[in-house]
């Protein structure tokens, strides 16, 4: 079933509950980028996290995958958390389902702020994949 979740806090404790493994796409080893502190604070929280970024090959000494095709075939992604600039929006979410599909998978999609688009939200829809809107998953899990 496709959530889009506002700010309601125990969908969010909820769905924080489930989550062990999170993939950000667009990873950054750059200190200044968003994703980079997200990242480390992610790692710090306890979560499995797997760098996605074809220009790194490793964040804070763990392995970046040049794209989540990469991800090694028996790890189990719950999140799927997007850190691109909206206009890839689209081709990721495409991406993510179809590798979702090939690996009988079902993560969440989780947009940064200012990430997601309503094209991207109604193909995770149709799909029947969970959908964080534009949302910081940092700011959201110290909330809960």
Known sequence: ?????????????????????????????NPYRTSNHI??????QGFTVIPINPN?????????????????????????????NKKYTDETVIEIIEWADRR?????IWT???VSTDSAKKKAKDRD???????????DHRSI
């Open 129 to 139: 994949l969970t959908y964080v809107e534009n949302r910081c998953i940092m700011v």
């Open 1 to 29: 079933m496709s959530i889009l979740f506002g700010a309601d806090k125990p969908d969010l404790n909820e769905l924080f509950d489930t989550v062990e493994t999170i993939a950000v796409i667009g990873c950054s080893s």
């Open 39 to 44: 990242t480390k604070y992610l790692i710090d």
């Open 56 to 84: 790194e090959t490793e964040v804070f000494g763990l392995k970046s995958y040049p794209s989540i095709d990469d991800i090694p075939e028996e790890v189990k992604v719950d999140v799927m958390n997007i850190f691109r």
């Open 112 to 114: 940064q702020l200012d």
């Open 104 to 108: 009988e998978q079902k993560p969440i």
